[in-house]
């Protein structure tokens, strides 16, 4: 079955940095897309980078825009979430999922990982 699996998680100080990673397996060709999202308690999931397995092009929420790099390697089947300059407010659970197209709306994503925890604290 579909399977995404999240790492790379844990405790950063501000202005550090974190590699997250998705392990993806069991998907079928017409899952175009991989995206990353994060939620932090009491607040709605957001949307923050995805990538095209067709042609490999990627996009960004303004939020982490010129901090965050999401890159792929096909060999291993695993999506990357490199995070830069972190700073408190990018605390949160961060998820990776499949869609069918590209783009940062989470509606558009049928399937989740469990999501790794990010903190970013002095």
């Known amino acids: 079955q579909v399977q995404l699996v999240e790492s790379g998680g844990g405790l950063v100080q501000p202005g550090g940095s974190l590699r997250l990673s998705c392990a993806a397996s069991?998907?079928?060709?017409?899952?175009?897309?991989i995206g990353w999202f994060r939620q932090a308690p009491g607040k709605e999931r957001e949307g923050l980078s995805c990538i095209s397995s067709i042609d490999g092009s990627t996009y960004y929420a303004d939020s982490v825009k010129g901090r965050f790099t999401i890159s792929r390697d096909n060999a291993k089947n695993t999506v990357y979430l490199e995070m830069n300059s972190l700073k408190p407010e990018d605390t949160a659970v961060y998820y990776c999922?499949?869609?069918?197209?590209?783009?940062?709306?989470?509606?558009?994503?049928?399937?989740w990982g469990q999501g790794t925890q990010v903190t970013v604290s002095s």
């Open positions: 069991g998907f079928t060709l017409d899952y175009h897309a």
């Open positions: 999922a499949a869609a069918l197209a590209v783009g940062l709306h989470l509606a558009g994503y049928d399937y």
